[in-house]
């Protein structure tokens, strides 16, 4: 990110982490147009499509999933995106990640396990 000192990238991180947990898709796009990361993490390992996964906002996964975004990487508890999804009953967000390929079996719990914990088998 350039000339930035590390406080000013891990705040530049915080927000754009923020605009993910709030869905708010077209604040993010500019950030990627902008050269940030679209695989880029807090410091909890979570991607901002792990956290607009996690927080149901489908559209915003779904535009990140275009820009490149990869569906499968996990925090720092080895939770996946789609197993987020699942966990949360975003069915919509679960419909997005697995069209765009993402593994059933990559994290703790997998994405196969979660939705058979949950009743949601028929999501996959």
């Known amino acids: 990110m350039g000339e930035l000192t590390p406080e000013q990238v891990e705040r530049v991180v915080a927000i754009a982490m923020d605009l993910a947990r709030e869905g708010r898709t077209d604040e993010i796009l500019e950030f990627l147009d902008h050269g ?3 695989d880029q993490v807090d410091r909890a390992q979570n991607t901002m499509l792990m956290l607009a996964a996690y927080h149901g906002h489908a559209a915003t996964v779904s535009a990140l999933v275009d820009r490149g975004a990869d569906v499968d990487l996990r925090n ?3 939770q996946s995106p789609l197993a987020g999804a699942l966990f949360k009953g975003h069915d919509e967000v679960v419909a997005v990640l697995v069209a765009a390929g993402a593994d059933l079996d990559a994290g703790t719990p997998t994405a196969r396990a979660a939705a ?3 009743g949601r088998t028929h999501l996959l």
């Open 76 to 78: 720092n508890h080895d």
């Open 36 to 38: 940030f990361d679209v």
């Open 116 to 118: 058979e914990m949950f």
